[in-house]
């Protein structure tokens, strides 16, 4: 069993990890697979070991210094999709924009251009070793035509792109776990992923509040926000949208277990 999941997820990885150790080694796989899953037991990203994640279907490589895409931020992706095939069928054959805020390894920011070929994508973090990352899964994947990547503060580096009043669609996973949360009870996430990638300030939600306040005057009307947040910090989200009063309609998407882990706003 591999102790940082159970059940399902940990026989899923159990077999990437064997086919990836095959695959490297196909005459003595064993000893590099059972390396790998010691790593893995030690808490270390499947997608560190492997150096490869594979997000919405597409293969993404990743570093020691950027946070792993993680499963649950597919929710996300399928509803920035969802939003966006429902965009695309009302105006055909236009140019949809979208911005990656705090793009990480540029999982949402290439799923998304790889899905959808009218995709133009600005995406940003403040990170410069999550923005080179990015940067290299584009190249990869040949999407350098259509994705810009920039290196700085929330909108920052977008600022003087002209780009005010143009965006469909920001979309972010942010940083949303409470600061005093990490110093105890999930200090073992910084022992192999930068502390900024999850760090959202005293409540969970200072990078949030920010995002919300800062993203409508690139927004189109009837663009959108999207945005991950952590289990029970719905009612936080809620107080901090209704307080900023930016945005005409909201709703929440669920998990599997039925817990509210995305929040979709529209002016």
Same mark, same amino acid.
């Given at each position: 069993?591999?102790a ?5 997820? !940990?026989e899923g990885?159990? #077999? ?14 064993? +000893?590099?697979?059972?390396?790998? &899953?010691?790593?893995?037991? +030690?808490?270390v ?5 492997? @150096?490869?994640?594979? $997000?919405?279907?597409?293969? %993404?490589?990743v @570093? ?6 993680r ?7 399928r509803? !920035?999709l969802? $939003? ?10 236009d ?6 805020? @705090? ?9 998304? !251009? ?7 994508v600005? !995406?940003?973090?403040?990170?410069? *070793?999550?923005?080179?990352l990015?940067? &290299? ?6 999407l350098? *035509?259509?994705?810009?990547? $920039?290196?700085?503060?929330l909108?920052a580096?977008?600022? *003087? ?10 979309v ?9 949360? %990490?110093? =105890?009870?999930? &200090?073992?996430l910084?022992?192999?992923e ?13 990078i ?11 927004l =189109?009307e009837?663009?959108?926000?999207l945005f +991950? ?13 209704? #307080?900023?009063?930016?945005?005409? #309609?909201?709703?929440?998407?669920? *998990?599997s277990?039925g =817990?509210?882990?995305?929040?979709? %706003?529209?002016?």
């Open positions: 069993m591999l940082p999941v159970a059940g399902a997820e !940990a990885e159990a #077999r990437r990890i064997v086919e990836a150790a095959r695959a490297a080694r196909p005459g003595d796989f064993a +000893e590099l697979a059972t390396r790998w &899953a010691q790593r893995r037991c +030690e808490g990203p499947l997608g560190q070991i492997l @150096g490869r994640q594979r $997000f919405l279907g597409v293969d %993404l490589m @570093g020691s210094n950027v946070l792993s895409p499963e649950e931020t597919e929710i996300l992706g509803e !920035a969802a $939003f966006l095939r429902e965009l695309a069928s009302m105006r055909p054959g140019e949809l924009r979208i911005v990656d805020m @705090g793009c990480g390894s540029g999982n949402l920011a290439c799923a998304l !251009a790889v899905a959808m070929p009218q995709l133009r600005w !995406a940003s973090d403040i990170s410069e *070793d999550c923005a080179e990015t940067r &290299a899964n584009v190249a990869r994947l040949s350098q *035509d259509r994705v810009q990547v $920039f290196a700085g503060d909108f580096p977008l600022a *003087d792109l002209g780009l005010a009043n143009t965006i469909d669609m920001v972010m996973n942010p940083p949303y776990i409470p600061s005093t949360s %990490l110093e =105890k009870g999930r &200090a073992e910084l022992r192999h930068p502390r900024e990638a999850f760090d959202g300030g005293p409540y969970g939600i200072s949030l509040g920010r995002l919300i306040e800062d993203s409508p005057p690139f =189109k009837g663009g959108a926000l +991950e947040f952590g289990i029970a910090q719905e009612r936080m989200i809620k107080a901090v949208v209704a #307080r900023k009063g930016h945005y005409t #309609r909201s709703r929440m998407a669920q *998990d277990q =817990k509210p882990r995305v929040m979709v %706003l529209q002016q």
